[in-house]
């Protein structure tokens, strides 16, 4: 329909209907393949296809997870916060570098090619190195959660404070603004998105990286229990163990996006 | 300096610079070699061990090139598929975008109950791994064809499957590169992962057995080595991408 400039009054209830039907149209498919899915793996538990050990039923898994609750929750919190831990810490570091960095172009050219090189090499081979640097505890895992994330938050921050149209910067500086306000006022929004889009990144290898560090030490955690039911042949409590870590992987992402979204309307307010 | 060499030279002297810092602080300080090598202790236990280490190279890379295979030819294939019917489309990508959200490494020691400890239980935890970015970035090439083309296409009477093939798939292939750049990455992880839980060869197992052995220079070597093929595999996905993109005619 073309745009003739005529508004057309809508009762804000057909709007309403309108986002219901559209939330509908869009859930409704994964919903019920996932059902189907849930369905067929109980169906074929249930009549013995799938053995208990290789693939215990859903109703089992979830009664496991209801049984277990009190100690998977135990161990879930060491996991939970170390993956807090890491990808703040990881965030202060990463926007920090990258700012400092951006500052000088020399600086950059110099230091940027090693930082990708970073990004590029398995990261995780290391681990057993920072074991033996800081020990088998919590805080060693908080620091090699640290070093996993801070790579993908550095690289989008760079990317990110390079974002800003060259003419925005020309004008800062026949307006004589200080770089530092150039920085807070024009090339810091620019970049939010993008640093976002690295935290995001980030807060994934976070928790990979607590429970890659738990897998190796085995003493505490998510990562442990899923080890250790793993070893026994407890595949009903590995998978409640996974089912429990997926949940804080996605808590701590939905986070992340509330962040973004409440800093991005923070920003377009202005 | 002029401007050719200084995006050049200015990387290689920082590198350089941080490796002799390395070498002045052990030298310095003296500390033992079990904490913190010499980047000279380190080539030096890599020249010792060199067959040693290659050995182990072999199995790593085999089960990460035949992950990323069959991790490229899924996620390719899947996509390439639901571009072909709105409802599975509708009803599958949703699913993978939210398994995609999840840290999925952790769910290595159930493909060792389900697969075993053996080389194929590393080959599927890297082709796993490997298949969400690729899977995930040919949809979004595939969605990104332009429409009119498509229209287009549909107006000249054209199949599904030729629009297919002379439209949608050449559109694609910028994100599936990318998608296969992060791929390689992830099976290189997967495969070292799945060694450091459960295997008796790859350079996973080198480094946790090093690490037992308290040879910290032997771990950092085999680390080295594990960079080269990781920088190698992803080069060899960037020359694909170059020699595709010509092929194309850009």
């Known amino acids: ?129 920072f074991l033996l640097w800081f020990g088998t505890g919590f805080s060693a895992n908080v620091i090699f959660s640290v070093f996993i994330a801070f790579f993908p938050v550095v690289v989008a921050t760079i990317a990110g404070l390079q974002a800003a149209p060259p003419s925005y910067e020309r004008l800062c500086r026949s307006l004589m603004i200080s770089r530092l306000q150039t920085f807070a006022t024009v090339k810091f929004p620019f970049a939010l998105p993008h640093i976002f889009a690295g935290l995001r990144i980030g807060v994934t290898f976070a928790v990979i990286g607590v429970v890659l560090g738990e897998f190796i030490t085995a003493q505490t955690g998510l990562g442990y229990i899923i080890l250790f039911s793993a070893n026994n042949f407890e595949t009903a409590l590995l998978l409640a163990a996974i089912l429990l870590l997926c949940g804080v992987g996605i808590v701590l992402f939905a986070f992340f996006l509330a962040l973004e979204a409440i800093v991005m309307r923070l920003y377009d307010s202005r | 300096m002029n401007d050719r060499l200084r995006p050049l030279l200015l990387p290689t002297a920082f590198a350089a610079a941080l490796l002799l810092t390395w070498q002045a602080l052990v ?100 082709a796993f791994i490997g298949f969400f970015p690729i899977f995930i970035a040919m949809m979004a090439g595939l969605e990104s064809t332009d429409r009119s083309l498509v229209r287009l296409c549909r107006g000249l009477i054209a199949t ?55 040879r910290t220079d032997i771990i950092l070597a085999a680390i080295t080595v594990l960079c080269i093929v990781g920088l190698v595999c992803y080069g060899a996905v960037h020359a694909g991408e170059v020699a595709v993109r010509k092929w194309h005619g850009e």
């Open chain 1, 1 to 129: 329909m073309t745009d003739i400039g005529l508004k057309l009054a809508r009762p804000p209830w057909r709007d309403l209907a309108g986002i219901g039907r559209d939330a509908a149209r869009l859930i409704a498919p994964p919903a019920v393949l996932a059902i189907l899915l849930v369905g067929g793996w109980e169906a074929l538990s249930r009549n013995g296809t799938l053995g208990a050990r290789l693939l215990p039923a859903p109703s089992k898994v979830f009664d496991t997870l209801i049984r277990s609750l009190g100690v998977l929750l135990e161990q879930a919190q060491p996991t939970f916060w170390g993956a807090v831990a890491g990808i703040f810490l990881a965030a202060a570091l990463g926007i920090a570098l990258g700012a400092a960095v951006s500052y000088s172009r020399t600086l950059m050219q110099a230091v940027y090619p090693t930082i990708v090189f970073f990004q590029l090499i398995p990261k995780v081979a290391l681990a057993p190195v």
């Open chain 2, 27 to 126: 030298l310095v300080f003296g500390y033992p070699k079990v904490i913190l090598p010499a980047p000279s202790d380190i080539f030096v236990a890599l020249a010792d061990n060199l067959v040693m280490i290659w050995q182990q190279t072999v199995p790593t890379v085999r089960d990460t090139l035949a992950g990323f295979a069959l991790a490229a030819l899924f996620g390719v294939g899947l996509a390439s598929l639901l571009s072909f019917s709105r409802l599975l489309r509708d009803a599958i990508y949703p699913l993978i975008v939210v398994i995609q959200l999840v840290p999925k490494i952790a769910w290595t020691p159930l493909f060792i109950v389900w697969v075993g400890i053996g080389w194929p239980s590393r080959l599927t935890i890297a």
């Open chain 2, 160 to 214: 599904p499957w030729r629009t297919f093939w002379l439209v949608r798939l050449p559109a694609s292939t910028p994100y599936l590169f990318a998608g296969l750049k992060i791929a390689i990455t992830l099976a290189v992880i997967g495969v070292i992962v799945a060694e450091f839980i459960s295997s008796s060869e790859g350079l996973g197992f080198l480094i946790l057995q090093s690490a037992a052995l308290l």
